[in-house]
Structure formats: structure tokens, C-alpha cells
């Protein structure tokens, strides 16, 4: 029996930013494992990745700006980790990363990808950012790819 080759994806010819948070570091590895993983798969080549890392959830706007600000990015993806403990801080840090990281992406006009877990525990976290299987990080790297090539057709 023939062994059939899977087909390799087109060259994207795109450029995409990564931000990480160091914060909860043990999850967000396997965050950006997964998304480099998807990008290779849909054509993106090492050299057309940029990865930034920043101290926490919270920052990761900041620098999410600063790359969606080069007119060489075409989207910027944003991964991290908060995982619940037994203060508000959690929903402090949670809220103000999310609306951060779509009001970059509005006044830009890019894609700018929210791929930061928020979950109650790190069972949780572990489950969502699993080596195979689910991994937030695929599904945030094939929505910047999708989101550029939408906005292109539109």
C-alpha cells in the first residue's frame, strides 16, 4: 500500500506577532508549543514569526501595540494563562487583558488574537493547553491566519 504524502501548506507570506507571558509559565510553553506547531502547518515559516515575552497577562497589551503598530505584522497573537486563586485579582487581571488586547486590535485594524486561558484551576489550564489534543494555542494561530486572509478579501 502507497503511502500518501500530506500536503503542504502554501507559504503564507505573512508576517505574525506572538506576545507571551512568562506569568504561569508551565501553561503558556505548551501555549506557544501549539501555536508555532498550527503556523508551521499553515505555512508560516520561522522567520516570518516575531515572539515577545512580557512578565504577565496584563502587559501583554503593551507589547501586543507595539507589534501591531509594524506595518510588516499582519496579526498579532497573544497567549497566557490566569488561572483563578483566592482574590479579585484574577478578575482584575483576566478583564483588563481581554478588553486590552481587542482595543489594540480596533485601533489598528488588525488582528490581534486573544489566546489568554482563563480558567478556575490548573487541571483546567493543563487540559486546554494540552500537547495533543486541545491546545488554545492551534486554534489562536489558525484564527490570525483565517482573520488575515479575511480581511484581505474584504
Known amino acids: ?4 504524502k500530506s ?4 507559504r503564507q507570506n505573512k508576517k505574525f506577532g506572538v506576545v507571551v507571558s512568562r506569568f504561569n509559565e508551565f501553561i503558556t510553553l505548551r501555549l506557544l508549543a501549539g501555536c508555532l506547531r498550527e503556523f508551521k502547518k499553515l505555512g ?3 522567520e516570518d514569526l516575531t515572539i515577545v515575552w512580557v ?7 503593551m507589547a501586543a501595540l507595539a507589534l501591531a503598530r509594524r506595518k510588516d505584522i499582519a496579526a498579532v497573537v497573544c497567549l497566557g494563562a490566569v488561572i483563578r486563586g483566592d482574590t479579585f485579582h484574577f478578575e482584575l487581571v483576566a478583564k483588563e487583558a481581554a478588553s486590552g488586547i481587542m482595543r489594540v486590535s480596533l485601533d ?3 488582528p490581534v488574537i486573544f489566546g489568554v486561558l482563563t480558567t ?3 487541571d483546567q489550564a493543563n ?3 494540552e500537547e495533543k489534543g486541545d491546545n488554545k494555542g ?3 494561530a489558525r484564527t490570525a491566519v483565517e482573520m488575515t486572509n479575511i480581511l484581505k478579501s474584504t
Open 55 to 61: 512578565p504577565g497577562a496584563f502587559e501583554i497589551p
Open 7 to 10: 500536503k503542504k501548506a502554501p
Open 127 to 129: 487540559r486546554r493547553s
Open 108 to 110: 489598528t485594524a488588525k
Open 1 to 4: 500500500m502507497a503511502v500518501k
Open 120 to 122: 478556575d484551576t490548573i
Open 138 to 140: 492551534c486554534d489562536a
Open 44 to 46: 508560516v515559516v520561522s
